[in-house]
């Protein structure tokens, strides 16, 4: 089970540079149910999430890049280009900042995962996690991938 919550991020107070990062290549097969192709440094996984915003099932399975470039020839949403920083935060938490490129140049996302949906309703963000989008589909991946941007990111 993946338990999240989803921020939309307009300014980090620090560089981002400091911590780890990844990126990120991922597109979808099928968006309903998800089935997702990511490919993160080198290293390639095929998702199959279930349906949810904040909790949803979740099983990932890591594939060679073989597979990897056999499967990409069935994707049906433009790829989601992204470095994820991993930015620790206290009570143990990750931040998993993730700066969008290519056609979602500009949006910056910042998520954070829970074992439990009380420690997730549980959480303060930090201010500069900017406003929860954790209930509004809209940022996820597979809507990001098919649509962009929504219109009012830019508003805080």
């Given at each position: 089970m993946e338990?999240?919550r989803k921020f939309?991020?307009?300014a980090?107070p620090?560089?981002?540079t400091?911590f780890?990062?990844e990126?990120?290549v991922?597109?979808y097969?099928?968006t309903s ?5 990511r ?6 996984f095929?998702?199959?999430k ?5 909790a949803k099932?979740e099983f990932e399975l890591?594939i060679t890049k ?6 990409l020839?069935?994707?049906e ?6 470095i994820r920083y991993r930015?620790p935060?206290e009570?143990?938490?990750?931040a ?12 910056v996302?910042?998520?954070v995962e ?9 959480f303060?963000p930090?201010?500069w ?11 996820k ?15 805080p």
């Amino acid at each position: 089970m993946e338990i999240e919550r989803k921020f939309l991020t307009t300014a980090v107070p620090f560089a981002l540079t400091a911590f780890p990062s990844e990126v990120m290549v991922q597109a979808y097969i099928s968006t309903s149910p998800t089935i997702r192709l990511r490919q993160s440094n080198d290293v390639y996984f095929l998702t199959v999430k279930g349906k949810g915003l904040l909790a949803k099932e979740e099983f990932e399975l890591e594939i060679t890049k073989e597979e990897y470039t056999h499967l990409l020839e069935k994707v049906e949403t433009p790829a989601v280009e992204k470095i994820r920083y991993r930015v620790p935060l206290e009570g143990g938490w990750t931040a998993e900042v993730d700066v969008y490129q290519g056609k979602l140049q500009g949006l910056v996302t910042t998520e954070v995962e829970f074992p439990t949906m009380e420690a997730a309703r549980a959480f303060v963000p930090p201010d500069w996690f900017g406003r929860d989008v954790t209930m509004d589909g809209r940022y996820k991946n597979t809507s990001l991938a098919l649509y962009g941007i929504p219109k009012e990111a830019a508003k805080p």
